[in-house]
């Protein structure tokens, strides 16, 4: 059984004891400690069930590779799931409990499946598909998709808060261990502005538990001093527990900082994410140990060596009484060593290798360690736990010549650089056959904007362990080259050595000749349950590329991203091939290195602050009298004032029959307002609208059409001529920006040399349309402007001071009604609001929403952009053929218009639509035709765009597009509805109320 | 005549820095022309500012004028000053091609204050605020989150930042929750 030693634990902080909570069991550990070595301290060797067969599985590594030890993690608001023991931090009161298990983890039913492992071969998602045809709905897709997915999907809104920083650096470090300190020290010495980030908590990396010496002295020496002189450069920033996971063109750089996590509800972030612009970045990311492949290597007790030998040098945990250590290399000797320094047994090192000359073995020898050459882990006995290995020969096919007890296998098949950082944005991989690993090619770096490479490997990540100092000094120095920054040379270079180490041999099955039913039970790929002879089938199959493999097996496709399989599978699948490693080549590297919470990558962006929304001057006034608002692009306008029990329905109608009837005030700041001025002003404004806006007297508004080039309606508004050079062009609300900006692309970029400026003032007004027969009374009543029919006639503006407001106002209609729109700078919007609305009182004012705005304009066959429009109109489907100048050479989508399309007889177009028996048409609905298409689907001839119950008229009128609908005038046409019936509607004329204008030109 | 209203007058939040909106309208004028006129320099001089290089804020007395784009000037002013400095800048440029605009009421004005002010800003604005490289005197227009602004700053730990009106409460919002104590990131300044 695992436990926890009496002593040591460099990691721990033995006076505070932290009690914690796995699967409803109250277990205790030390502040210090990992999840996982606490989980392993309190004897959970066995900590999880497997994905697809649903096996035992225990904690395999001590870092972020680790496939196995996945927990929900928490409990309601705070619950996350598929969090990793090995990276989580324990504190006070954590609650975690093990995922995949029904109905708990020591009896579960889904591990049936291993006993049908044959009908679930790789590539099984696939094959359902194919065979028997009905099977794949109602058999195989309800049961693959209630067993999809490790944890569960958290239920509650997280009550955590995340957050962003962008930060910057002339050399950003990703990995703190030997080689990033040293990198930091020489870039940092030489006064870059560095950016250390390491993933752990502890600075260091693998120096100290691999027994590495610097200048002499033990590595924590050497790593104490350059921290204290890290620490001392003001132009060094350092940071523990934030991981690099990605690296994005232009140096761009995303890190995950872990905050609050075990401080759950301090009010300091959960996390952090680093946004970071690195002029250039070294990945100084260590390396991760392989795993080998043999019968039985996922039975909890099996562990990475190098991670058993962390747990015991940093936690003080033994993982039982007797450890085999099984091996292609001299590393895993080092724990051998280390278990038997601690005073545990090692009945025997298994070295698949035939002949042993390092230093390492004979120091295990003579430390009384049985070491066999050539021989190999035939099977691990054991299901839940380790009890014992069955041996045999490496050459052989798996005859078993020796049977021992143990606790725990530690095993090792050698290391991989982590390449991930360097692979993100396109650096390539060598192969290296003597460490039978890939690493960075430096001549094929990810390149930035200048062609030359922005990122360096040091280190473990670049092959060189061994030589990390050196390596990560040569490093940093390129790359303060690269940004023309002189690297100090009065820097001395540490001197590193490691227990010198004999040459590894790769190994990828165990025994090499081993038969199907030991193949069958070695594990790749521990998280998706992907076994060598997955891999083997799938080559058999016909899968030859790496990329296709990998997802007909799954293998490496789940959160670890085949950490520790990737290497292994395609080693395997080269053999299967009989191809050589490099030429079947890796898979892809994507970020993120590790998961990241979508929490962190949301930041700020929820709640209150998930979106911008835009608030006109008035906003609080129509939030205190409870309106109904709608989303007009980021905007939330009034769509209605409901007043006591009304329904929208009804408050609508009372909005619209006050209007006509005595006076509406709309809140119509939104509106857009772009100045134009210059000399070239109303030439420019030619070329932007279909009509002619130079003509237009200073003094007078006229309404105006813009198009695309292709000479699709894009937008519309009222043009107001300031002076002799200055223009004031309405735009639509949701259009402000688009069209300021369209403007300036002209301006900027085609029309350079013309004389014109801009200025989107939208928002320097707040905008009030004073609405209906009772208008003119109530300005009037405030008085300082001369509003009178003769003054101010329709089409028509005046500045002045109306009520002691600074105003222009503007005499214009959307509502076919008496109407005035008062401009007022913004910040005198609401006071002027409340005036009107207190001055007006005894008139009947009352604020009127979109809502209403709608149905009036629609009254009176006024188009909206977004109704009627939708892209592919042009102002001629629209009858608009008045508002397009015949005379001008020229204008923005002039010459989209005249093509063959949009010139046919038979295009769409607008009309009125009057229901027959006075209901209103659903929105959206289509005319339907005689006859269908190819496609067995009804012909349409048309689509309504605007649809609703006119109170006015007291029954439903609609605008639509009808083909050639202006000639048939008086015909019905057909508009089936989703619930089955279908309604009819005459096509009429748009304008359904005050044709002749006698209401607004008063 | 009723006095303007600032938006959020006055707000104003203390978390790990001072978060606070501006208790009255500034005065802001924009002016479009063409920076290598002589004219305009003439005319910035008759109102005591000079012509700002690019990305720089000038301030003379309680006036300002920053560098916006390359043919654009935001002149600040107490809103007091601004018809005065308004037809100052008319009558100087009368004749020219220019634009002048009154944007004062267009626009929402925020000071941050603290040692950790540029901190703040760094969590929503992808500018390096380092002290050492985002000095006294310039002007950035950037965004903040997801809408545009610009920030200056006047003096070590004292920021502005102004964004359009109409998303002030959002632009509080956000600086209020990056200035959230217990968010200390000890990016420039141990937290």
């Given at each position: 059984?695992?436990?926890?030693?009496?002593?040591?634990?460099?990691?721990?902080?033995?006076?505070?004891?932290?009690?914690?909570?796995?699967?409803?069991?109250?277990?205790?550990?030390?502040?210090?400690?990992?999840?996982?070595?606490?989980?392993?301290?309190?004897?959970?060797?066995?900590?999880?069930?497997?994905?697809?067969?649903?096996?035992?599985?225990?904690?395999?590594?001590?870092?972020?590779?680790?496939?196995?030890?996945?927990?929900?993690?928490?409990?309601?608001?705070?619950?996350?799931?598929?969090?990793?023991?090995?990276?989580?931090?324990?504190?006070?009161?954590?609650?975690?409990?093990?995922?995949?298990?029904?109905?708990?983890?020591?009896?579960?039913?889904?591990?049936?499946?291993?006993?049908?492992?044959?009908?679930?071969?790789?590539?099984?998602?696939?094959?359902?598909?194919?065979?028997?045809?009905?099977?794949?709905?109602?058999?195989?897709?309800?049961?693959?998709?209630?067993?999809?997915?490790?944890?569960?999907?958290?239920?509650?809104?997280?009550?955590?808060?995340?957050?962003?920083?962008?930060?910057?650096?002339?050399?950003?470090?990703?990995?703190?261990?030997?080689?990033?300190?040293?990198?930091?020290?020489?870039?940092?010495?030489?006064?870059?502005?560095?950016?250390?980030?390491?993933?752990?908590?502890?600075?260091?990396?693998?120096?100290?538990?691999?027994?590495?010496?610097?200048?002499?002295?033990?590595?924590?020496?050497?790593?104490?001093?350059?921290?204290?002189?890290?620490?001392?450069?003001?132009?060094?920033?350092?940071?523990?527990?934030?991981?690099?996971?990605?690296?994005?063109?232009?140096?761009?750089?995303?890190?995950?900082?872990?905050?609050?996590?075990?401080?759950?509800?301090?009010?300091?972030?959960?996390?952090?994410?680093?946004?970071?612009?690195?002029?250039?970045?070294?990945?100084?990311?260590?390396?991760?140990?392989?795993?080998?492949?043999?019968?039985?290597?996922?039975?909890?007790?099996?562990?990475?060596?190098?991670?058993?030998?962390?747990?015991?040098?940093?936690?003080?945990?033994?993982?039982?009484?007797?450890?085999?250590?099984?091996?292609?290399?001299?590393?895993?000797?080092?724990?051998?060593?280390?278990?038997?320094?601690?005073?545990?047994?090692?009945?025997?090192?298994?070295?698949?290798?035939?002949?042993?000359?390092?230093?390492?073995?004979?120091?295990?020898?003579?430390?009384?360690?049985?070491?066999?050459?050539?021989?190999?882990?035939?099977?691990?006995?054991?299901?839940?736990?380790?009890?014992?290995?069955?041996?045999?020969?490496?050459?052989?096919?798996?005859?078993?010549?020796?049977?021992?007890?143990?606790?725990?296998?530690?095993?090792?098949?050698?290391?991989?650089?982590?390449?991930?950082?360097?692979?993100?944005?396109?650096?390539?991989?060598?192969?290296?056959?003597?460490?039978?690993?890939?690493?960075?090619?430096?001549?094929?770096?990810?390149?930035?904007?200048?062609?030359?490479?922005?990122?360096?490997?040091?280190?473990?990540?670049?092959?060189?362990?061994?030589?990390?100092?050196?390596?990560?000094?040569?490093?940093?120095?390129?790359?303060?080259?690269?940004?023309?920054?002189?690297?100090?040379?009065?820097?001395?270079?540490?001197?590193?050595?490691?227990?010198?180490?004999?040459?590894?041999?790769?190994?990828?099955?165990?025994?090499?000749?081993?038969?199907?039913?030991?193949?069958?039970?070695?594990?790749?790929?521990?998280?998706?349950?992907?076994?060598?002879?997955?891999?083997?089938?799938?080559?058999?199959?016909?899968?030859?590329?790496?990329?296709?493999?990998?997802?007909?097996?799954?293998?490496?496709?789940?959160?670890?991203?085949?950490?520790?399989?990737?290497?292994?599978?395609?080693?395997?699948?080269?053999?299967?091939?009989?191809?050589?490693?490099?030429?079947?080549?890796?898979?892809?590297?994507?970020?993120?290195?590790?998961?990241?919470?979508?929490?962190?990558?949301?930041?700020?962006?929820?709640?209150?602050?998930?979106?911008?929304?835009?608030?006109?001057?008035?906003?609080?006034?129509?939030?205190?009298?409870?309106?109904y608002f709608e989303p007009v692009g980021h905007w939330r306008r009034p769509y209605c004032y409901p007043r006591g029990a009304e329904n929208h329905a009804d408050a609508v109608k009372r909005e619209v029959l006050n209007t006509r009837n005595a006076l509406g005030l709309l809140d119509a700041s939104t509106l857009g307002k772009i100045i134009v001025k210059g000399p070239d002003a109303g030439r420019f404004l030619d070329m932007l609208y279909t009509g002619v806006m130079s003509t237009l007297p200073v003094g007078k508004c006229r309404y105006g059409l813009m198009c695309n080039e292709n000479g699709f309606l894009s937008d519309d508004g009222v043009v107001?001529?300031?002076?002799?050079?200055?223009?004031?062009?309405?735009?639509?609300?949701?259009?402000?920006?688009?069209?300021?900006?369209?403007?300036?692309?002209?301006?900027?970029?085609?029309?350079?040399?013309?004389?014109?400026?801009?200025?989107?003032?939208?928002?320097?007004?707040?905008?009030?349309?004073?609405?209906?027969?009772?208008?003119?009374?109530?300005?009037?009543?405030?008085?300082?402007?001369?509003?009178?029919?003769?003054?101010?006639?329709?089409?028509?503006?005046?500045?002045?001071?109306?009520?002691?407001?600074?105003?222009?106002?503007?005499?214009?209609?959307?509502?076919?009604?008496?109407?005035?729109?008062?401009?007022?700078?913004?910040?005198?919007?609401?006071?002027?609001?409340?005036?009107?609305?207190?001055?007006?009182?005894?008139?009947?004012?009352?604020?009127?929403?979109?809502?209403?705005?709608?149905?009036?304009?629609?009254?009176?066959?006024?188009?909206?952009?977004?109704?009627?429009?939708?892209?592919?109109?042009?102002?001629?489907?629209?009858?608009?053929?008045?508002?397009?100048?015949?005379?001008?050479?020229?204008?923005?989508?002039?010459?989209?218009?005249?093509?063959?399309?949009?010139?046919?007889?038979?295009?769409?177009?607008?009309?009125?639509?009057?229901?027959?028996?006075?209901?209103?048409?659903?929105?959206?609905?289509?005319?339907?035709?005689?006859?269908?298409?190819?496609?067995?689907?009804?012909?349409?001839?048309?689509?309504?765009?605007?649809?609703?119950?006119?109170?006015?008229?007291?029954?439903?009128?609609?605008?639509?597009?009808?083909?050639?609908?202006?000639?048939?005038?008086?015909?019905?046409?057909?508009?089936?509805?989703?619930?089955?019936?279908?309604?009819?509607?005459?096509?009429?004329?748009?304008?359904?109320?005050?044709?002749?204008?006698?209401?607004?030109?008063? | 005549?009723?006095?303007?209203?600032?938006?959020?007058?006055?707000?104003?939040?203390?978390?790990?820095?001072?978060?606070?909106?501006?208790?009255?309208?500034?005065?802001?004028?924009?002016?479009?022309?063409?920076?290598?006129?002589?004219?305009?320099?003439?005319?910035?001089?008759?109102?005591?500012?000079?012509?700002?290089?690019?990305?720089?804020?000038?301030?003379?007395?309680?006036?300002?004028?920053?560098?916006?784009?390359?043919?654009?000037?935001?002149?600040?002013?107490?809103?007091?000053?601004?018809?005065?400095?308004?037809?100052?800048?008319?009558?100087?440029?009368?004749?020219?091609?220019?634009?002048?605009?009154?944007?004062?009421?267009?626009?929402?004005?925020?000071?941050?204050?603290?040692?950790?002010?540029?901190?703040?800003?760094?969590?929503?604005?992808?500018?390096?605020?380092?002290?050492?490289?985002?000095?006294?005197?310039?002007?950035?227009?950037?965004?903040?989150?997801?809408?545009?602004?610009?920030?200056?700053?006047?003096?070590?730990?004292?920021?502005?930042?102004?964004?359009?009106?109409?998303?002030?409460?959002?632009?509080?919002?956000?600086?209020?929750?990056?200035?959230?104590?217990?968010?200390?990131?000890?990016?420039?300044?141990?937290?």
């Open positions: 059984m695992s436990t926890r030693l009496a002593s040591g634990g460099r990691f721990l902080n033995r006076a505070t004891v932290q009690n914690f909570v796995f699967n409803g069991k109250r277990l205790r550990g030390f502040a210090g400690d990992t999840l996982a070595s606490a989980l392993l301290a309190n004897d959970q060797m066995m900590v999880a069930r497997s994905f697809k067969y649903h096996r035992p599985r225990g904690i395999v590594a001590a870092g972020p590779e680790e496939p196995n030890a996945l927990f929900n993690m928490g409990r309601g608001a705070r619950f996350e799931p598929n969090q990793r023991a090995t990276t989580t931090a324990l504190f006070e009161g954590l609650e975690c409990e093990s995922q995949n298990h029904w109905p708990s983890l020591e009896f579960d039913i889904g591990a049936l499946n291993s006993l049908a492992a044959h009908v679930l071969p790789a590539g099984f998602y696939y094959k359902t598909f194919i065979h028997p045809r009905a099977f794949w709905k109602h058999v195989f897709e309800p049961i693959i998709r209630h067993s999809a997915g490790l944890g569960k999907a958290p239920q509650d809104r997280d009550a955590d808060r995340y957050e962003h920083l962008y930060a910057f650096a002339d050399v950003l470090i990703a990995g703190g261990g030997i080689a990033g300190l040293q990198a930091a020290c020489v870039a940092g010495e030489s006064g870059a502005r560095v950016l250390l980030l390491e993933q752990t908590l502890h600075w260091g990396g693998r120096a100290v538990n691999d027994g590495a010496q610097i200048d002499g002295a033990p590595a924590q020496d050497w790593i104490a001093a350059a921290l204290a002189k890290l620490t001392a450069l003001p132009n060094v920033t350092l940071r523990l527990g934030t991981t690099v996971s990605g690296v994005y063109d232009h140096g761009y750089v995303l890190a995950n900082e872990h905050v609050g996590e075990t401080t759950p509800g301090d009010g300091r972030p959960k996390q952090r994410l680093w946004r970071i612009r690195a002029g250039q970045i070294i990945t100084a990311t260590g390396a991760i140990e392989r795993p080998l492949s043999f019968a039985g290597n996922d039975v909890p007790g099996v562990m990475l060596a190098a991670s058993l030998r962390d747990y015991l040098h940093d936690y003080a945990v033994s993982p039982g009484d007797r450890t085999v250590v099984v091996t292609n290399n001299d590393d895993a000797y080092l724990t051998a060593i280390a278990l038997k320094e601690a005073g545990l047994s090692v009945p025997l090192i298994v070295d698949a290798r035939r002949t042993l000359t390092g230093p390492l073995p004979q120091r295990a020898r003579d430390l009384g360690i049985r070491v066999e050459a050539g021989w190999a882990i035939a099977a691990v006995k054991g299901t839940r736990r380790v009890t014992g290995v069955s041996l045999c020969m490496q050459a052989g096919e798996g005859g078993v010549i020796e049977e021992i007890a143990c606790d725990a296998v530690a095993m090792s098949g050698g290391w991989s650089p982590v390449v991930h950082l360097w692979s993100h944005c396109g650096g390539k991989l060598l192969w290296n056959p003597e460490q039978a690993h890939f690493h960075p090619d430096p001549a094929r770096p990810p390149l930035g904007a200048d062609g030359k490479g922005f990122v360096r490997a040091a280190g473990a990540a670049n092959g060189q362990s061994q030589n990390a100092c050196a390596d990560a000094d040569h490093a940093a120095r390129a790359a303060l080259a690269h940004l023309g920054q002189t690297a100090r040379t009065d820097l001395t270079l540490p001197v590193l050595e490691h227990p010198t180490q004999a040459a590894m041999a790769p190994v990828w099955v165990m025994p090499q000749g081993a038969n199907q039913k030991l193949r069958a039970k070695m594990w790749l790929d521990y998280q998706n349950d992907v076994k060598v002879s997955d891999v083997q089938l799938a080559a058999r199959e016909g899968y030859v590329s790496v990329e296709h493999t990998k997802r007909y097996t799954t293998l490496g496709m789940a959160t670890d991203q085949g950490k520790l399989s990737n290497i292994n599978g395609l080693a395997v699948l080269a053999d299967s091939l009989n191809e050589e490693i490099p030429q079947v080549g890796t898979t892809t590297f994507r970020p993120p290195y590790t998961p990241i919470t979508l929490g962190t990558l949301a930041g700020e962006a929820r709640g209150e602050i998930f979106q911008p929304l835009r608030r006109s001057p008035m906003h609080e006034w129509h939030s205190d009298q409870g309106a107001a001529r300031l002076d002799e050079q200055t223009f004031l062009c309405h735009t639509t609300s949701g259009g402000a920006d688009r069209i300021h900006g369209w403007m300036e692309d002209w301006l900027q970029c085609e029309w350079w040399d013309w004389q014109v400026f801009t200025a989107n003032l939208t928002e320097q007004y707040a905008q009030i349309a004073v609405v209906g027969p009772k208008a003119r009374t109530l300005l009037e009543r405030l008085g300082g402007v001369d509003v009178s029919k003769e003054a101010l006639p329709f089409m028509g503006w005046v500045e002045g001071t109306l009520g002691g407001f600074p105003v222009r106002i503007f005499r214009i209609s959307f509502s076919g009604e008496l109407s005035y729109e008062i401009a007022v700078p913004a910040g005198h919007g609401r006071a002027l609001w409340d005036k009107l609305h207190a001055e007006g009182a005894d008139l009947g004012a009352m604020p009127y929403g979109t809502e209403a705005l709608h149905v009036m304009r629609a009254e009176k066959g006024f188009i909206m952009i977004g109704d009627e429009t939708d892209g592919t109109v042009i102002p001629q489907d629209l009858g608009m053929s008045w508002a397009i100048s015949k005379k001008k050479p020229d204008y923005l989508g002039k010459r989209g218009q005249e093509r063959p399309h949009m010139t046919d007889p038979d295009r769409w177009q607008l009309v009125g639509l009057e229901t027959l028996d006075g209901s209103v048409i659903p929105d959206g609905a289509y005319a339907v035709a005689p006859g269908s298409n190819a496609n067995g689907q009804r012909h349409t001839e048309g689509r309504v765009t605007s649809t609703y119950f006119s109170p006015t008229l007291g029954r439903g009128i609609a605008m639509g597009l009808i083909r050639r609908g202006p000639e048939r005038m008086g015909q019905i046409v057909d508009f089936p509805t989703t619930t089955g019936t279908t309604v009819q509607a005459r096509i009429v004329d748009p304008v359904f109320y005050d044709k002749e204008g006698a209401k607004q030109n008063v | 005549m009723s006095d303007p209203v600032a938006p959020l007058t006055g707000a104003s939040f203390e978390g790990y820095v001072t978060v606070s909106a501006a208790t009255a309208p500034m005065g802001m004028i924009t002016i479009r022309a063409d920076l290598a006129d002589p004219a305009l320099a003439q005319a910035l001089a008759a109102t005591s500012l000079p012509l700002p290089g690019q990305r720089r804020i000038e301030t003379t007395g309680d006036a300002s004028v920053a560098w916006m784009s390359p043919d654009e000037l935001l002149v600040l002013v107490p809103h007091g000053q601004l018809g005065a400095t308004m037809a100052q800048l008319n009558a100087a440029l009368s004749g020219q091609h220019a634009l002048i605009v009154d944007v004062s009421d267009a626009r929402a004005l925020f000071h941050i204050r603290g040692v950790h002010a540029a901190e703040v800003l760094a969590k929503i604005c992808p500018v390096d605020l380092a002290p050492s490289v985002f000095g006294i005197g310039e002007m950035r227009r950037t965004r903040a989150a997801q809408v545009a602004c610009a920030l200056w700053q006047s003096a070590p730990g004292e920021f502005h930042v102004i964004c359009f009106r109409s998303v002030a409460v959002y632009v509080f919002d956000l600086l209020k929750t990056s200035a959230m104590q217990g968010a200390e990131a000890g990016l420039f300044h141990p937290a």
